[in-house]
């Protein structure tokens, strides 16, 4: 039994949507991260979970890998395949099965997208929370654990979903959790599979939690005289409780291009991009409360926007950072990574990070969600120049390296994937090797999404 027997096997059940033409091989084998394009033997569209559970007892059966594909907005090589096999494109499965507004919880397919869902609850006054600022597919994001700017008020996907339907390597199918709002009954497999990259099956199914648009909504941009002034400002914002939903820390090269990018006059100083929900009094007082906050810890007088308009352009500026630090290094490329620590930590975090930049021969805007510790660095290299990319790999270790002697982790929401996996002994100990154990009684065989996350063979 090979791969090429177990295509062979999937062609009747699939039709035209299985291909094996280079032009989606191809497109399937690359993504945002460093590493070299790895294209699957093949790509398959499933309709649904049951047609999900038949290709997988195909690929079991025949021994060929099975790699779960979303929108391909991840990081660390996740939907890569490094040992060929069948890429299971899961766009197809994008309809929002249903919403219980009374219950605020949602059933939506992996191939929902987040900007999808909310398009769908504009009218019942319910909103679906994580933002990552890539339109990601939910059951990207679930299998990735990801979070984003609102993390600091709404938490990441972990928190966010409720139950799950899966499809495991050997092609049962089960379902985790349910829609009432806690359960004490057994393990907790739906904690299980969020995060797990796909390394133990194949998310074809979520319910989500829900969460009410709020009343009122006001959006602020502070500049302040250094890194520790902003992160002494974020910190004293969470102690006293305020009900900030975004709290953004952009350092001065990354305002500076976000600036030049939007047209818009920012000061050359590091920024905290900040938004409070609740009625229209708890965020008056609130964002005047940070105003006070800021002025004693250095900041300038706030930059108020309340009108959607205003807000908007604010948070398109700040999602649309990456993209703006590209367009102003053209050329150039970017190896992102992430970190995350405790609040106490993350000033020493930040700027002992700046100074390695400052030393390198890479540049490296950092920006990040200081309300909940974690932050970014862009790392920009000349694709053809081995220097450049050695200089960006010894920095981003030691990120992940400060991050771990300071007490955090080596990725906030980027994952592990194929990036980070020399980190993960550190970082867990022998509760790595508990998740190799739990990944050979679901998946003896290492067909679902491998070389990912876990330790590899010789490793």
Known sequence: MTISSALDALAPLLGDRLSLRAADRDAHGQSESHFAPTPP????????TEEVSAIVRICADHGCPVIPFGAGTSLEGHTLAPHGGLTLNLTKMNRILCVHAEDRDAVVQPGVTREDLNTHLRDTGLFFPVDPGANASLGGMAATRASGTTTVRYGT??????????????????????????????????????GAEGTLGIITELTLRLHGQPQAISSAVCAFRDVPAAVEAATQVTLMGLAVARMEFLDRTCVAVVAAASKTDFADRPHLFVEFHGSETSVAEDAATFAEIARDCG??????????????????????????????????????TDVCVPVSALAQAIAETQADIAASRVPGPILGHVGDGNFHAALLIDDDSAEDRAAAMALSAQMAERALRLGGTVTGEHGIGMGKLAYMDREHGEGWDVMAQIKRALDPDGLMNPGKMLRQPGG
């Open 41 to 48: 033997d093949a790509v398959a569209w499933p309709r649904d």
């Open 157 to 194: 996907m972990h928190d966010n979903v409720a139950a799950l339907e899966v499809v495991l390597a050997d092609g049962r199918i089960i379902r985790t959790g349910n829609r009432a709002a806690k359960s004490s009954a057994g393990y907790d497999l739906t904690g299980l599979f969020v």
């Open 299 to 336: 900041g300038d007088d706030p930059q108020v926007a309340t009108r959607p308009e205003e807000r908007t352009k604010l948070w398109e500026m700040r999602h649309r950072a990456f993209w703006s630090i590209l367009a102003h290094h053209p050329g150039k490329r970017a190896i992102v």
